[in-house]
């Protein structure tokens, strides 16, 4: 699923701007990881549970379809949505010369983004548990679109020199 959302969403930027789709695209992966979060306070499974501990408390089937299925098949479908369009932004941006360059800086920070962001999620599950984390990362995934509008191509003639 989400190879074919990255597929569909360099696709529909193509045709609507990048910008806008991908502003679209990052808000919608906030609704599941907020209704996961929501899911999840509502079922009580709050904080981690250490899997070797002989009494730990087991969720019922229907909880793990709830809290896992659903939300999970969205959040990648978006996520899949915003990577693809994301990847094309990343080369809208960039100068000619040394565009491959530059796409494999976007690319490597991109995975220190991703690095940090499990360890601060990781402590953050320890502290506060699995739904405020949630909630954090929705609202840290939203910041971003302030600093959307900052990136746009280059204009061609200042390209071309």
């Excluded at 299925?69 to 094309?88: I, K």
């Amino acid at each position: 699923m989400f190879a074919i959302a990255c597929i569909a969403g360099g696709w529909l930027s193509d045709r609507f701007g990048r910008r806008r789709m991908l502003t679209l695209f990052i808000f919608l992966t906030v609704v599941p990881t907020l209704w996961l979060a929501w899911a999840m306070q509502d079922a009580q499974w709050i904080m981690p549970v250490d899997v070797k501990s002989p009494d730990r408390p087991q969720p019922a089937p229907a909880a793990g379809r709830h809290l896992l299925g659903r939300p999970s098949s969205r959040s990648n479908v978006f996520q899949g949505l915003y990577y693809g369009v994301r990847s094309a932004l990343f080369m809208d941006v960039t100068t000619r010369a040394a565009a491959a360059t530059q796409f494999t800086a976007y690319m490597a920070m991109a995975n220190l983004v991703i690095t940090y962001t499990s360890w601060w999620q990781g402590l953050s599950i320890v502290r506060w548990g699995y739904p405020v984390t949630l909630a954090l990362d929705a609202a840290f995934g939203l910041v971003v679109l302030f600093l959307l509008p900052l990136m746009t191509p280059k204009p061609a003639t200042a390209a071309a020199k």
